[in-house]
């Protein structure tokens, strides 16, 4: 099993709509979560972070944590063709980031 | 540019040559990560730093690499006798160390190339 595991997609949404990013972890003592965008070439950008279970919301994005089940998740709200990328899941453990292998993202126009 | 700076961007060394590779950490940054991306697959740690301290290099092989991040200047992942297999991007990332997230920033990355 590995430790962090995305769908790898790609996944396609229209623009306007509502793109929904998964990541399940195994390792319970995982302490924080991040979602990163990695655009083609370029680096890891960080979207942003959750440590408690529940919501957080930030702009357009909306992290959601539930440790029980060990799922992280990435809401984007009103996709624009600029939010395609690919979309990395991290969970820390002793400031060592864990990563998934990315789940790529095309908004279509 | 108060980021992380990596350098070299672009790195071409032959088989069996040394590759350098430095980061600055971001302005009040004082802990640095270096992580390894191989072509179509994930991103995997490597090494953690404090100033003149090795704190986790469980994720750097076993032979043929080191880093450092000495009391002045920047860290430094060095690839001594490199192979075709050590080409990859490297990605360096800092944090201010305190935070319940303690949230890391990457830096551009260095795309090494071994020929």
């Known amino acids: 099993q590995k430790e962090v595991e995305q769908n790898s997609g790609p996944l396609s949404v229209p623009e306007g709509a509502i793109a929904s990013l998964n990541c399940t972890y195994s390792d319970r003592g995982s302490q924080s979560f991040f979602w990163y965008r990695q655009y083609s070439g370029k680096s890891p950008e960080l979207i942003m972070f959750?440590?408690?279970?529940g919501d957080k919301e930030d702009g357009r994005f909306t992290a959601q944590l539930n440790k029980a089940s060990q799922y992280v998740s990435l809401l984007i709200r009103d996709s624009q063709p600029s939010d395609s990328a690919t979309y990395l899941c991290?969970?820390?453990?002793?400031?060592?980031?864990?990563f998934g292998t990315g789940t790529r993202l095309t908004i279509i126009p | 540019n108060a980021g992380v700076m990596q350098n070299p961007r672009h790195l071409v060394r032959r088989r069996g040559q040394e590759a350098r590779l430095r980061c600055s950490p971001m302005k009040g940054h004082s802990h640095v990560y270096w992580y390894r991306q191989l072509p179509e697959e994930g991103l995997k740690f490597m090494v953690y730093l404090q100033k003149e301290n090795i704190i986790d290099e469980s994720g750097m092989p076993k032979e043929r690499f080191s880093a450092e991040f000495p009391k002045e200047g920047p860290s430094i992942l060095r690839i001594q006798q490199v192979v075709r297999g050590d080409s990859a991007a490297y990605f360096c990332a800092s944090s201010p160390g305190t935070g319940a997230a303690d949230t890391q920033y990457f830096g551009p990355g260095t795309r090494l190339t071994v020929l």
């Open positions: 991290a969970v820390m453990v002793s400031r060592k980031l864990t």
């Open positions: 959750i440590y408690s279970n």
